[in-house]
């Protein structure tokens, strides 16, 4: 799953503008965050005995040139941001919602569910090594849910259950990471609200949102609350 994933990973890099995090202070900003969320999830797992998850994991994090509203973390940890979601995120701690949304996803193994589910449904066998980028029907619907490039429409949206557990998690590894989860509340509305006009974000198309978004996340919000310290250098 990591090697198709590094496979699309690379081509994506090479297809689309990526900004230098030296020259440009948005990309700096992306991989700053993303360096804390990801530190804050190593921490987290090393202390309950389970740092074999991010086994394989080699953390990067783009800024890519394009006004698609957009963020995705593939397995393998490779972390790509548009600039078009800049102006939802607005702040660091917003990008810091997100990036820990998205790397939960991937972490908790949410692609591979989906991508068992999307065999199923297409009659392939799920048993035995059949997870080979060789196999076209796999990379097929591999593509469906990972495929950074592919057209929205073809991409199977994420399962409310795995939105909750991403939401969940995403904002307690925020909290962690020094970034205060309450900005998830005024981001999600703002995404909400991106989500009204005539091209809603691609965003929303696999992270479909709601009321019951905002209120679940407002439920968790205190036990967030618990593990969040504010870190000086964030602004
Ligand atoms: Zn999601």
Redesign the pocket.
Known sequence: MQEMALTEYKTFLSQNKVLSSSENRDAEMVRRVGSRIAKAITDYYTKQGKGDILNGYKWEFNLVDSKEVNAWCMPGGKVVVYTGLLPITQNEAALAIVLG??I??AVAG?GNERMSQGMVAQGIGVAGNILTSGNAQVNNIFNSVYAPGAQVGVLLP?SRK??YE??HF?LIFSAMAGYNPREAIPFWQRMAQAGGGQKPPEFLA??PSDENRIAKLQGYMNEALKYYKPVNSSK
Do not use: V
């Open positions: 949304h998205e939960t996803h949410h994420n795995q939105e991403a939401d995403g696999t992270h």
